[in-house]
């Protein structure tokens, strides 16, 4: 057969096993993984991401506060529903002990993170008030921003199956899977827009949204997401029964509590539940 | 109930669906799920008086220890 017809398989064979494409191509993958995805700077460049708000938090209002009576954590309903001046002054406590630490799309796993992180400081907590919610029960397989994040192994094997736990154990080897949201924000930002920062209020808990007019804050589009939207907030009983366990360790008591839903909640919130589970 | 809710380190279930109780309508929400602060006065009254109820030690600062913290 002539070498010029097209239906050779000749021209298909390797004349010899180059690699060195190959080798360039993991490389590359590996600068990546190291030098961007493993750096905390890259998860909370933008602090009112997921990740970076918890680091705000942490450092702007846990770090300085010297003595916690009464701890809040929870999700934003409880951020909003808990004010820590005036709990303080129902109390006769300080303004400054009460904390509400609580946070958009805020989890029972990101209560326990929280805790976890902070642990010597907050162990010495009076009380500590937990926000639940119905759904907080409901079992889902698809791992927060923050689980990737924050996760040891053994919880990413334990707790998500299938192709989730699949994608966690591989993601925890190579963190570029994990990260590439926080790369693909910190892009945004570097090309499109200055660093958002969050904005905490004078009581420490994060402003998100006016108070008069109901409108989102410019800056704050990524924490300013509804509980009963399409991205219903995915909490995981485990993680309650751990912070409880804890929190029995340290001697805590816990008060779990739920605000008020308005009278339109019930439906919104059973619609939510129908169409995700 | 769930049976987390009865963890023996939970002092007390505060789970309340209905804004009545409280006097709450619509204009103390910002929508179904989130109060705005005029609503969140009431429902942290209620809930500070609660928690008083429970009778519990809570750690007070050392007024000459106390640091005014600005979270700004």
Partial sequence: ?277 | MNKYYQHPVVIETLIDDSPGRLGLDSDNFFDYGHLRRSGAEIVTRDLAARISSLALPLKKQDEKKEVRIEWH
Avoid at chain 1, 69 to 78: I, K, Q, Y
Avoid at chain 1, 258 to 263: A, E, G, M, N
């Fill in chain 1, 1 to 277: 057969m002539s070498r010029s017809s097209i239906f050779s398989s000749e021209t298909l064979q390797l004349s010899g096993f180059r690699p060195y494409g190959t080798i360039v191509a993991f490389e590359l993958l590996l600068v990546v993984d190291i030098f961007l995805a493993r750096r905390e700077m890259i998860w909370v460049f933008a602090q009112n991401s997921p990740i970076g708000i918890v680091h705000a938090m942490e450092g702007l209002v846990i770090k300085p506060t010297e003595q916690v009576s009464v701890l809040v954590l929870g999700n934003s309903r409880v951020r909003d529903a808990i004010i820590p001046a005036v709990l303080a002054e129902e109390l006769g406590i300080s303004r400054t002990n009460v904390l509400n630490i609580s946070m958009t799309r805020g989890t029972p796993y990101d209560s326990l993170t929280i805790y976890r992180r902070n642990r010597e400081k907050l162990a010495k907590t009076s009380l500590l008030i937990i926000g639940v919610e119905d759904f907080s029960q409901l079992r889902t397989n698809i791992p927060s921003e923050r689980f990737r994040y924050f996760s040891s192994l053994a919880e990413r094997c334990e707790h998500f199956y299938g192709e989730a736990r699949a994608s966690l154990i591989a993601s925890y080897c190579w963190r570029t899977l994990d990260a590439y949201r926080s790369i693909r924000r910190l892009g945004k930002q570097i090309l499109f827009r200055p660093n958002q920062r969050v904005s905490i209020g004078s009581d420490g808990r994060v402003i998100w949204r006016d108070n008069e007019n109901a409108q989102y804050i410019d800056n704050s589009q990524e924490i300013a997401e509804r509980i009963y939207g399409d991205r219903v907030l995915k909490y995981d009983s485990w993680a309650l029964r751990e912070l409880l366990d804890r929190c029995a360790e340290d001697g805590i008591p816990v008060l779990l509590y739920r605000p008020p839903l308005s009278t339109a909640s019930g439906t919104a919130s059973g619609a939510a539940r129908s169409r995700h589970h």
